[in-house]
């Protein structure tokens, strides 16, 4: 699973070698040259290589932003196919997570995985128009009948 970079860890008036930047960031120093050739620029071209904190920060910032995608209110987003994407058949559950907020789960159009979405109970009714939400019912538990049943042989 990829780790969450957090771009105020370089000091912006440092200058960091690519042993350095992968400590920092807790990755390998094969990742660090990967970045160098897919735009990190660095100071010069001798050795040791030397990175700017600041366009280190800049650079960690823009890749954690470059692939971000917002979806609309009534998409959700399918983590198989990496996008936004409607409810398929726009049909969609609700599953209570607390008595104000539960979680929407729906199928993907495209790869017919599972998608959740997060919300708030207020919040389905600017959803109706969009997705046909089912509420799920309540079972009746064992102990919540109305006649216990009499036919145990507890008295031989």
């Known amino acids: 699973m990829a780790k969450s970079l957090n771009p105020n860890h370089a000091k912006i008036h440092r200058n960091y070698t690519v042993e350095e930047v992968a400590e920092l960031y807790g990755v390998h120093k094969n990742t660090v040259r990967a970045w160098v050739k897919s735009g990190l620029s660095v100071c010069d071209d001798r050795f040791p290589m030397l990175i700017l904190g600041s366009v280190l920060r800049e650079f960690i910032r823009d890749k954690k932003t470059k692939n971000k995608q917002k979806c609309q209110p009534w998409e959700f987003y399918c983590v198989r196919c990496r996008r936004p994407q409607s409810a398929a058949g726009g049909m969609a559950e609700y599953e209570a997570q607390t008595p104000d907020k539960g979680r929407l789960i ?50 031989q």
């Open 106 to 155: 729906a199928l993907c159009p495209s790869c017919e995985g599972l998608m959740n979405k997060y919300t708030s109970l207020a919040q389905l009714g600017k959803l109706s128009d969009k997705l046909e939400i089912t509420l799920p019912t309540d079972q009746k538990h064992i102990n919540k009948r109305g006649n216990p049943l009499l036919n145990s042989d507890s008295k």
